[in-house]
Nanobody
């Protein structure tokens, strides 16, 4: 079993930065792909980005050049650095884990509970 716990969400102003963390426990995730998704009110959960076990990253066009995903396997933690935040980035952010790289929610088996990010204009 794998447990994922996100932290670092909060209320910020447009243009600010925020870093989310996702701490993993249980089965080792050293060789897992870690993904970040978000869900705004009334919308479907959408792909933000992911990082492979060897460090290659993939991003949605909407966050490319503003968001950066990194991982510290020694700490079993994945990070989502969000810069130049916009009101449209407001959502609950979820981390997820699975063996392979994927861009859909159905590609991931394990999920955290989510952390709220609110960006005011």
């Amino acid at each position: 079993q794998v447990q994922l716990v996100e932290s670092g969400g909060g209320l910020v102003q447009a243009g600010d930065s925020l870093r989310l963390s996702c701490a993993a426990s249980g089965r080792t995730l050293t060789t897992a792909t870690m993904g970040w998704f978000r869900q705004a009110p009334g919308k479907e959960r959408e792909f933000v980005g992911c990082i492979s076990w060897y460090g290659r990253t993939y991003y949605a066009d909407s966050v490319k050049d503003r968001f950066t995903i990194s991982r510290d396997n020694a700490k079993s933690t994945v990070y989502l650095q969000m810069n130049s935040l916009k009101p449209e980035d407001t959502a609950v952010y979820y981390c997820a884990a699975d063996r392979f790289i994927g861009y859909k929610t159905s590609d991931y088996e394990y999920w955290g509970q989510g952390t709220q990010v609110t960006v005011s204009s």
